[in-house]
T-cell receptor, first 112, second 113 residues
Framework: DAGITQSPRYKITETGRQVTLMCHQT?????MFWYRQDLGHGLRLIYY???????DKGEVPDGYVVSRSKTENFPLTLESATRSQTSVYFC???????????FGSGTQLSVL | GQQVMQIPQYQHVQEGEDFTTYCNSS?????IQWYKQRPGGHPVFLIQ?????EVKKQKRLTFQFGEAKKNSSLHITATQTTDVGTYFC?????????????FGDGTTLTVKP
């Protein structure tokens, strides 16, 4: 849906570099999420946020940092990228009472 | 931790055949959601089931939530080429917040015309 946008769409970086993936939603949804999707696997939760300034770890948080200073933005930072972080990253959002997830179009990240 | 298993991992059908994917959780679930992801696309919400034994239909798609709220299924009648994609279930244990749903690994459906 156009209401949640991710950038960049594609990113190539080198091991050890810091990279930030952006996520912006226009619905004022309370919850925002970051997932990674690897070939042959489902979606694994990295971090989520229930509201501005409230974040919590998901299933695979190591090597990632998030912040949420504004409700509409939820950037994901890889502080020192590793090859194992090569993946497709999806941002998602949902309202407080309706748990339906709206996903962004994804960022395909390659770490060389 | 909670595990959500989906079977089969892949399913190839002839157009017009039926298709079913199953989702099984190691723990009781508060609710279960189903998503569809087209090749190269992002997951799109299909439905949420909340009640024990619940059955919901969307045209040719039938969703069921087990009596024990530990398993669920998605059945597609008379598949079409537009049904191609990966179907994911996502379940949330009781007494956890909305961020705690776990996704299954998905079932990838291919349809031969």
């Amino acid at each position: 849906d156009a209401g949640i946008t991710q950038s960049p769409r594609y990113k190539i970086t080198e091991t050890g570099r810091q990279v930030t993936l952006m996520c912006h939603q226009t619905w004022s949804h309370s919850y925002m999420f970051w997932y990674r999707q690897d070939l042959g696997h489902g979606l694994r939760l990295i971090y989520y946020s229930a509201a501005a300034d409230i974040t919590d770890k998901g299933e695979v948080p190591d090597g990632y940092v998030v912040s949420r200073s504004k409700t509409e933005n939820f950037p994901l930072t890889l502080e020192s990228a590793t090859r194992s972080q090569t993946s497709v990253y999806f941002c998602a959002s949902s309202g407080r009472t309706n748990e339906k997830l709206f996903f962004g179009s994804g960022t395909q990240l390659s770490v060389l | 931790g909670q595990q959500v298993m989906q079977i089969p991992q892949y399913q190839h059908v002839q157009e017009g055949e039926d298709f079913t994917t199953y989702c099984n959780s190691s723990t009781t679930l508060s609710n279960i959601q189903w998503y569809k992801q087209r090749p190269g696309g992002h997951p799109v919400f299909l439905i949420q089931l909340v009640k024990s034994g619940e059955v919901k239909k969307q045209k040719r798609l039938t969703f069921q939530f087990g009596e024990a709220k530990k398993n669920s299924s998605l059945h597609i009648t008379a598949t079409q080429t537009t049904d191609v994609g990966t179907y994911f279930c996502a379940g949330r244990p009781p007494n956890t917040n909305a961020g705690k749903s776990t996704f299954g690994d998905g079932t990838t459906l291919t349809v031969k015309p």
